[in-house]
């Protein structure tokens, strides 16, 4: 199994471009999730989704849009960048078996970002 | 609200040293908590994970972590720290009643040689 895969690596934008970060994961997993991580705060929850057809905003969903057509994958939008947005962003998954936050995360790679 | 506290930003030891990394937190219910490992340009790896019963929990890597309910807190402890366990530590709580994880905002560990 590969687990969470992201691409691109790495990836420079000009202020007011836009871009798609792609993340899949081949674990079946039900809940998907993106994050950034600034340096010293941690990770911040972008959006999550519990299923296919399912997502719901996180703590910073502003300036992002997600879908979820399929359980394997969880592309992140970014539509109109700004310099706020350079940042590492990192999509998780977890089965939810036991029911709901209790099961572990899977991480992709992570995606730096860098907005100009 | 459920809220994490790493209250260290970086910790230096030396190698064979042990080490103990401090998560406080709070929340409503039963914690689900959580010890996350991040390499340099890196994801994150679980080292262990704690949501009943025994209150010392056994992870990877020879990595330990206590939950004290009294004190509201899951440190994280390893007897004696290899040059390898040099990385950033992240605490995490399985935000009750939801599909979300609050996340700490890291331990960053050196280790001298």
């Known amino acids: 199994n590969a687990g969470v895969t992201q691409t691109p690596k790495f990836r420079i934008l000009k202020i007011g471009q836009s871009m798609t970060l792609q993340c899949t994961q081949d674990?079946?997993?039900?809940?998907m999730y993106w994050y950034r991580q600034d340096p010293g705060m941690g990770l911040k929850l972008i959006y999550y989704?519990?299923?296919?057809?399912?997502?719901d905003k996180g703590e910073v969903p502003n300036g992002y849009n997600v879908s979820r057509s399929t359980t394997e994958d969880f592309p992140l939008r970014l539509e109109l960048a700004a310099p706020s947005q350079t940042s590492v962003y990192f999509c998780?998954?977890?089965?939810?078996?036991?029911?709901?936050?209790?099961?572990?995360?899977?991480f992709g790679p992570g995606t730096r970002l860098t907005v100009l | 609200a459920q809220s994490v506290t790493q209250p260290d930003i970086h910790i230096t030891v030396s190698e064979g040293a042990s080490l103990e990394l401090r998560c406080n937190y709070s929340y409503g219910a039963t914690p689900y908590l959580f010890w996350y490992v991040q390499s340099p340009g890196q994801g994150l790896q679980l080292l262990l994970k704690y949501f009943s019963g025994d209150t010392l929990v056994q992870g990877i890597k020879g990595f330990e972590a206590e939950f004290k309910r009294s004190q509201s807190s899951f440190n994280l402890r390893k007897p004696s720290v290899h040059w390898s366990d040099a990385a950033e530590y992240f605490c995490a709580v399985g935000a009750t009643g939801t599909y979300k994880y609050i996340f700490g905002t890291g331990t960053r560990l050196k280790v001298l040689a």
């Open positions: 674990m079946n997993h039900n809940y």
């Open positions: 998780a998954s977890s089965s939810g078996l036991s029911g709901r936050a209790s099961n572990e995360q899977f």
């Open positions: 989704s519990v299923g296919a057809g399912i997502t």
